[in-house]
């Protein structure tokens, strides 16, 4: 079994700046992606990206440009780092980790931390 825990959440206003970080612990020989999920109030969690163990990336449209996705292989954990940031980036940031080639629902998944992005 993995365990996940994120930090790194909080306020900044518009065109500011923050950075994610996920833990992971357990059977951590069992995960190949990592990455993050986002739910907005009212609205399906969507994926925002996910890494391989080999470094292979993928990024949804609506962060594409601005947010940069990393891992480090020997401490377990992926980074969000999340620049411009619009209020539509506001949502409860998840992290995602399982054995595939992408991130998948039925993965194992941190508590959740909260981005408010508002002026």
């Known amino acids: 079994q993995v365990q996940l825990v994120e930090s790194g959440g909080g306020s900044v206003q518009p065109g500011g700046s923050l950075r994610l970080s996920c833990a992971a612990s357990?059977?951590?020989?069992?995960?190949?992606?990592m990455g993050w999920y986002r739910q907005a109030p009212g609205k399906q969690r969507e994926l925002v990206a996910s890494i391989t163990s080999g470094g292979s990336t993928i990024y949804a449209d609506f962060v594409k440009g601005r947010f940069t996705i990393s891992r480090d292989n020997a401490k377990n954990t992926v980074y969000l780092q999340m620049n411009s940031l619009k209020p539509e980036d506001t949502a409860v940031y998840y992290c995602?980790?399982?054995?595939?080639?992408?991130?998948?629902?039925?993965?194992?998944w941190g508590q959740g931390t909260q981005v408010t992005v508002s002026s």
């Open positions: 357990g059977s951590t020989f069992s995960i190949n992606t």
């Open positions: 995602n980790a399982g054995p595939g080639w992408v991130l998948s629902p039925r993965g194992s």
